[in-house]
């Protein structure tokens, strides 16, 4: 399985611009999260996703982020503007449902906006 | 949702044995108990999971009290490959919560 798949790997763009984090899920799986850590604030959930349905997205920021899943494996976030503040890595991960079943993730993009 | 409790950070030496121990006061009776690694420019990955009791897999084990309100982790004869955050989420219905995680630290 090739697992969790996010693109780019790394960004670096300046404020203002639009940017958007591509992520694949595991085959099969019904959940997909997007993350995003940083030193401060560690690894906060944004939103999450179930049969392609956004289900809680209390964790988005602000109205800068949006995130949309148009079939079962594909997810993107976009961020427009951008500010400095959002420099962070966002992690996509993915699982089946069902209590207890572990979850998978991405290796991460990291985003710079200078 | 109130978070998991655990050590911002830990130092350990190679070949100890090193404990990690997370504080789960809000568990729900279906939450299970879960714990992850992440090292540096990588995602974090799944280490081991338990309800109760105690579980033992080829890289940790996992001890839970009758309570559940706590769980440690324990790492056999750590090595400096070990040296990474460890995480112990909250497991709630759909959502997984993480904090800030753990860095443990390994020393030759």
């Known amino acids: 399985d090739a697992g969790v798949i996010q693109s780019p790997r790394h960004e670096v763009t300046e404020m203002g611009q639009e940017v958007t984090l591509r992520c694949k899920p595991i085959s099969g799986h019904d959940y997909l999260f997007w993350y995003r850590q940083t030193m401060m604030r560690g690894l906060e959930l944004l939103i999450y996703f179930n049969n392609n349905v956004p289900i809680d997205d209390s964790g988005m920021p602000e109205d800068r982020f949006s995130a949309k899943m148009p079939n079962a494996s594909f997810s993107t976030l976009k961020i427009q503007p951008s500010e400095p503040r959002d420099s962070a890595v966002y992690f996509c991960?993915?699982?089946?449902?069902?209590?207890?079943?572990?979850?998978?993730f991405g290796e991460g993009s990291w985003l710079t906006v200078v | 949702l109130a978070k998991t409790t655990q050590p911002i950070s830990m130092d350990s030496y190679e070949g100890q044995e090193v404990n990690i121990t997370c504080s789960h006061n809000?568990?729900?009776?279906?939450?299970?108990i879960t714990w992850y690694q992440q090292f540096p420019s990588q995602g974090p990955r799944f280490i081991i999971q338990g309800y109760k009791t105690k579980v033992t897999n080829e890289v940790a084990s996992l001890f839970i009290p009758a309570d559940r309100k706590s769980s440690t982790l324990s790492l056999p004869r750590v090595s400096l490959s070990d040296t990474a955050v460890y995480y112990c989420?909250?497991?709630?219905?759909?959502?997984?919560?993480f904090g800030k995680g753990t860095r443990l630290h390994i020393l030759p």
């Open positions: 989420p909250m497991n709630r219905d759909d959502k997984i919560i």
């Open positions: 991960a993915s699982r089946v449902g069902g209590t207890g079943n572990t979850i998978y």
């Open positions: 809000n568990i729900a009776t279906n939450d299970y």
